[in-house]
Protein backbone atom coordinates (compact mmCIF):
# COMPACT_ATOMS: atom_id res chain seq x y z
CA UNK A 1 0.00 0.00 0.00
CA UNK A 2 1.09 3.36 -0.52
CA UNK A 3 2.41 5.92 1.88
CA UNK A 4 -0.89 8.07 1.41
CA UNK A 5 -3.12 5.10 1.62
CA UNK A 6 -1.02 4.22 5.46
CA UNK A 7 -1.81 7.46 6.60
CA UNK A 8 -5.17 7.68 5.73
CA UNK A 9 -5.88 4.18 7.48
CA UNK A 10 -3.97 5.25 10.33
CA UNK A 11 -5.66 8.83 10.37
CA UNK A 12 -9.29 7.21 10.43
CA UNK A 13 -8.82 4.73 13.48
CA UNK A 14 -7.15 7.65 15.56
CA UNK A 15 -9.70 9.67 17.87
CA UNK A 16 -9.60 13.94 16.69
CA UNK A 17 -7.62 14.98 19.59
CA UNK A 18 -4.85 12.23 19.36
CA UNK A 19 -2.08 13.74 16.95
CA UNK A 20 -0.07 11.67 14.61
CA UNK A 21 3.33 12.13 14.53
CA UNK A 22 4.68 10.31 11.59
CA UNK A 23 8.39 8.58 12.16
CA UNK A 24 10.39 9.40 8.96
CA UNK A 25 13.95 8.06 10.82
CA UNK A 26 15.87 6.38 7.98
CA UNK A 27 13.35 7.36 5.35
CA UNK A 28 14.67 8.77 2.29
CA UNK A 29 13.23 12.89 1.52
CA UNK A 30 10.95 11.26 -1.34
CA UNK A 31 9.08 9.21 1.42
CA UNK A 32 8.48 12.10 3.73
CA UNK A 33 7.67 14.51 0.34
CA UNK A 34 4.88 11.85 -0.56
CA UNK A 35 3.16 12.29 3.14
CA UNK A 36 3.70 15.84 3.27
CA UNK A 37 1.59 15.74 -0.10
CA UNK A 38 -0.79 13.55 1.63
CA UNK A 39 -1.06 16.54 4.22
CA UNK A 40 1.05 15.36 7.40
CA UNK A 41 2.81 17.98 8.87
CA UNK A 42 4.44 16.57 12.10
CA UNK A 43 7.64 14.24 11.76
CA UNK A 44 9.73 12.55 14.07
CA UNK A 45 12.88 12.15 13.69
CA UNK A 46 15.67 9.88 16.21
CA UNK A 47 18.98 11.40 15.15
CA UNK A 48 19.84 15.13 14.90
CA UNK A 49 22.37 14.93 11.68
CA UNK A 50 19.41 13.37 9.92
CA UNK A 51 16.56 15.68 10.97
CA UNK A 52 19.13 18.68 10.11
CA UNK A 53 19.26 17.87 6.73
CA UNK A 54 15.93 16.62 6.23
CA UNK A 55 14.87 20.16 7.61
CA UNK A 56 16.92 21.78 5.04
CA UNK A 57 15.68 20.34 2.07
CA UNK A 58 11.38 20.17 3.24
CA UNK A 59 8.86 22.71 3.04
CA UNK A 60 9.05 25.16 5.99
CA UNK A 61 5.95 24.12 7.57
CA UNK A 62 6.80 20.91 8.70
CA UNK A 63 6.83 20.40 12.60
CA UNK A 64 10.17 18.33 13.50
CA UNK A 65 10.25 16.15 16.43
CA UNK A 66 12.88 14.82 18.09
CA UNK A 67 11.84 11.08 19.85
CA UNK A 68 15.30 9.84 20.36
CA UNK A 69 17.84 10.21 23.10
CA UNK A 70 19.29 13.18 22.47
CA UNK A 71 22.86 14.00 23.25
CA UNK A 72 23.61 17.42 24.96
CA UNK A 73 26.58 17.94 22.39
CA UNK A 74 24.24 17.99 19.61
CA UNK A 75 21.20 19.72 21.03
CA UNK A 76 22.92 24.06 19.28
CA UNK A 77 22.13 22.02 15.74
CA UNK A 78 18.54 21.77 16.07
CA UNK A 79 17.61 24.65 18.74
CA UNK A 80 16.90 26.59 15.59
CA UNK A 81 13.94 24.96 14.63
CA UNK A 82 12.94 22.01 16.85
CA UNK A 83 8.95 21.70 17.42
CA UNK A 84 9.03 19.55 20.21
CA UNK A 85 11.75 17.60 21.90
CA UNK A 86 10.15 14.19 23.29
CA UNK A 87 13.34 12.26 25.09
CA UNK A 88 14.10 14.80 27.79
CA UNK A 89 15.05 12.70 30.66
CA UNK A 90 17.65 14.57 32.92
CA UNK A 91 17.73 17.99 34.11
CA UNK A 92 21.26 18.55 32.67
CA UNK A 93 19.80 18.17 28.83
CA UNK A 94 17.04 20.52 29.60
CA UNK A 95 19.83 23.01 31.41
CA UNK A 96 21.21 22.49 27.34
CA UNK A 97 18.55 22.77 25.74
CA UNK A 98 17.10 26.31 27.59
CA UNK A 99 20.76 27.37 27.05
CA UNK A 100 20.91 26.79 23.24
CA UNK A 101 16.99 27.87 22.94
CA UNK A 102 18.03 31.31 24.40
CA UNK A 103 20.64 31.82 21.93
CA UNK A 104 17.22 31.73 18.85
CA UNK A 105 15.16 33.87 21.54
CA UNK A 106 13.30 30.95 21.44
CA UNK A 107 11.07 28.91 24.19
CA UNK A 108 11.48 24.94 23.05
CA UNK A 109 8.51 22.60 24.14
CA UNK A 110 9.80 19.84 25.44
CA UNK A 111 8.72 16.35 27.26
CA UNK A 112 9.98 14.67 30.15
CA UNK A 113 10.41 10.69 29.57
CA UNK A 114 9.60 8.62 31.97
CA UNK A 115 10.86 5.09 32.18
CA UNK A 116 8.06 2.01 32.15
CA UNK A 117 9.14 -0.80 30.34
CA UNK A 118 10.38 -3.92 32.25
CA UNK A 119 14.06 -3.29 29.86
CA UNK A 120 17.02 -1.53 30.94
CA UNK A 121 17.76 0.09 28.03
CA UNK A 122 15.05 2.00 27.84
CA UNK A 123 15.93 5.33 28.66
CA UNK A 124 13.96 7.86 31.28
CA UNK A 125 13.33 9.08 34.60
CA UNK A 126 11.12 7.21 37.41
CA UNK A 127 7.92 9.07 39.69
CA UNK A 128 10.43 10.26 42.28
CA UNK A 129 13.35 11.60 39.74
CA UNK A 130 10.51 13.54 37.83
CA UNK A 131 9.01 15.36 40.95
CA UNK A 132 12.64 16.19 42.26
CA UNK A 133 13.05 17.65 38.86
CA UNK A 134 10.00 19.83 38.77
CA UNK A 135 10.49 20.55 41.98
CA UNK A 136 14.29 21.90 42.08
CA UNK A 137 15.38 25.48 42.21
CA UNK A 138 17.71 25.16 38.75
CA UNK A 139 14.34 24.19 36.75
CA UNK A 140 12.65 26.86 37.91
CA UNK A 141 15.27 29.31 36.43
CA UNK A 142 15.03 27.76 32.74
CA UNK A 143 12.93 30.42 31.08
CA UNK A 144 13.63 29.10 26.92
CA UNK A 145 12.06 25.86 27.93
CA UNK A 146 8.50 24.72 28.37
CA UNK A 147 7.56 21.69 29.73
CA UNK A 148 4.34 19.97 27.89
CA UNK A 149 3.47 16.68 29.04
CA UNK A 150 5.51 13.09 29.20
CA UNK A 151 6.89 10.24 26.72
CA UNK A 152 7.39 6.59 27.64
CA UNK A 153 7.45 3.92 25.85
CA UNK A 154 6.05 0.28 26.68
CA UNK A 155 8.04 -2.85 26.88
CA UNK A 156 8.68 -4.28 23.67
CA UNK A 157 6.59 -7.85 24.32
CA UNK A 158 3.31 -9.26 22.70
CA UNK A 159 2.01 -9.48 26.03
CA UNK A 160 -1.13 -7.07 25.77
CA UNK A 161 -1.37 -6.84 29.42
CA UNK A 162 1.69 -6.00 30.20
CA UNK A 163 1.68 -2.96 27.26
CA UNK A 164 -1.71 -1.62 29.07
CA UNK A 165 -0.36 -2.01 32.33
CA UNK A 166 2.58 -0.08 31.31
CA UNK A 167 0.72 2.95 29.66
CA UNK A 168 -1.49 2.99 32.43
CA UNK A 169 0.97 3.71 35.08
CA UNK A 170 2.16 6.33 32.73
CA UNK A 171 -1.28 7.98 32.58
CA UNK A 172 -1.43 7.60 36.15
CA UNK A 173 2.11 9.59 36.44
CA UNK A 174 0.76 12.09 33.55
CA UNK A 175 -2.36 12.87 36.17
CA UNK A 176 -0.02 13.46 39.04
CA UNK A 177 1.88 15.34 37.02
CA UNK A 178 -0.82 17.44 35.89
CA UNK A 179 -1.34 18.92 39.62
CA UNK A 180 2.78 20.30 39.87
CA UNK A 181 2.49 21.46 36.15
CA UNK A 182 -1.67 22.18 35.16
CA UNK A 183 -0.88 23.44 31.85
CA UNK A 184 0.32 20.23 30.37
CA UNK A 185 -1.62 18.44 27.67
CA UNK A 186 1.12 15.71 25.79
CA UNK A 187 0.71 12.45 26.72
CA UNK A 188 3.00 10.83 23.72
CA UNK A 189 2.87 7.05 23.86
CA UNK A 190 2.36 4.46 21.31
CA UNK A 191 4.02 3.08 18.30
CA UNK A 192 3.00 1.35 15.21
CA UNK A 193 2.37 -2.20 17.12
CA UNK A 194 1.02 -0.48 20.64
CA UNK A 195 -0.72 2.60 19.37
CA UNK A 196 -4.55 1.01 19.90
CA UNK A 197 -3.69 0.01 23.67
CA UNK A 198 -2.19 3.59 23.79
CA UNK A 199 -5.14 5.62 23.21
CA UNK A 200 -7.89 2.85 24.93
CA UNK A 201 -5.13 4.08 28.12
CA UNK A 202 -5.35 7.95 27.61
CA UNK A 203 -2.67 8.84 24.88
CA UNK A 204 -2.73 12.65 23.48
CA UNK A 205 0.26 11.91 21.03
CA UNK A 206 0.95 8.15 18.96
CA UNK A 207 4.37 8.04 17.22
CA UNK A 208 3.74 5.67 14.40
CA UNK A 209 6.77 4.44 11.95
CA UNK A 210 6.58 1.17 9.90
CA UNK A 211 2.75 1.22 9.29
CA UNK A 212 3.23 4.21 7.15
CA UNK A 213 6.30 4.09 6.14
CA UNK A 214 7.36 0.45 5.72
CA UNK A 215 9.99 -1.56 7.90
CA UNK A 216 12.98 0.49 8.51
CA UNK A 217 16.46 -1.05 6.75
CA UNK A 218 18.72 -0.32 9.30
CA UNK A 219 22.27 -0.68 6.82
C1 LIG B 1 11.21 4.36 15.95
C2 LIG B 1 10.38 4.95 17.03
C3 LIG B 1 8.97 4.97 16.94
C4 LIG B 1 8.20 4.39 15.79
O1 LIG B 1 8.27 2.99 15.77
P1 LIG B 1 7.35 2.09 14.81
O2 LIG B 1 7.29 0.80 15.50
O3 LIG B 1 8.06 2.04 13.49
O4 LIG B 1 6.02 2.77 14.69
C5 LIG B 1 8.28 5.58 17.97
N1 LIG B 1 8.90 6.11 19.03
C6 LIG B 1 10.24 6.11 19.15
C7 LIG B 1 10.87 6.73 20.35
C8 LIG B 1 11.02 5.52 18.16
O5 LIG B 1 12.35 5.51 18.31
Not at 24 to 33: A, V, W
Not at 76 to 99: C, P, R, W
Request: proline share 2%; net charge positive.
Amino acid sequence: MSIKQNLQNIKNTLPNEVTLVAVSKTKPILDLQEAYNAGQRIFGENKIQEMVQKWETLPKDIEWHMIGHVQRNKVKYMAEFVSLIHGVDSLKLLTEINKQAAKHNRIIPCLLQIHIATEETKFGLNEEELIALLNSKSYENLKNIEIKGLMGMATFTSDENQIKKEFSSLKSIYNNTKNILPTITILSMGMSGDYQIAIKEGSTMVRIGSSIFGVRNYK
